[in-house]
């Protein structure tokens, strides 16, 4: 069995790692304690305070303008990676729920970045279905049911730009991943890195970031 180099996260080494990561803006705090308040059962749904920086630099990094996610809940992440968009750049954000996106409307136009989100209230699948074939997206942020992750990638993986992004959260999926016993949502997870993993047209990696993140580059 390979040895772990990492190093166990104690409430103390978060608070010190979200201390030595970019600070979050007036915005992305906002829109995390509204979360909390108005939805607090739900509230572990949203992408963990750390990654609204990494996906902020990811979209910078690559020189993102077109960024699609599948999976909104009340706007965190998007805000995030709208706010690192150029002026022109457009994120296309899908989700089912009209409550629980209301709040990221209204967070995103507050920040100034409405006119870069465009939001569709669908099942994914459909949205995704009727975008346009071709190569187009630069980066995709995949974090909605666990059960349409393989859908969601394969209808993604085409459309994505050669040296786009495709980034999934949960894909440790609270450690159940390696259960063998696992069903529902641990089971879909692990079937979808299986189906990562094999799949050519992709070069993936897995980061122990929150609750496991994976990055895949489009060759």
């Known amino acids: 069995m390979a040895e772990s180099k990492s190093t166990p996260i104690t409430a103390e080494m978060y608070d010190y790692v979200l201390a030595h990561n970019p600070p979050l803006n007036a915005a992305q705090r906002d829109i995390i304690e509204l979360t909390r308040q108005q939805f607090p059962d739900a509230a572990g749904m949203q992408s963990a305070e750390e990654q609204g920086p990494l996906l902020a630099f990811l979209v910078r990094l690559i020189g993102a303008r077109h960024v699609v996610e599948v999976g909104t809940f009340t706007g965190f992440s998007a805000l995030s990676m709208a706010q690192a968009l150029p002026a022109d750049g457009t994120l296309i954000a899908c989700d089912v729920s009209e409550e629980w996106t209301a709040y990221g409307r209204e967070a995103w136009e507050k920040a100034g970045v409405g006119d870069r989100v465009e939001l569709r209230i669908a099942p994914a699948l459909e949205t995704l279905r009727a975008m346009p074939a071709e190569p187009h997206i630069d980066l995709a942020y995949l974090d909605a049911d666990k059960g349409g992750y393989i859908a969601y990638w394969e209808?993604?993986?085409?459309?994505?730009?050669?040296?786009?992004?495709?980034?999934?959260?949960?894909?440790?999926?609270?450690?159940?991943?390696?259960?063998?016993?696992?069903?529902?949502?641990?089971?879909?997870?692990?079937?979808?890195?299986?189906?990562?993993?094999?799949d050519s047209r992709m070069e993936a990696v897995i980061l122990t970031v929150a609750d496991g993140v994976t990055l895949a580059r489009k060759r």
């Not at 016993?181 to 990562?196: E, W």
């Open 155 to 198: 209808e993604l993986v085409p459309r994505m730009r050669q040296g786009g992004l495709i980034v999934a959260d949960n894909v440790l999926y609270h450690g159940q991943v390696t259960d063998p016993a696992a069903t529902g949502s641990a089971l879909a997870i692990r079937a979808f890195n299986d189906h990562v993993m094999a």
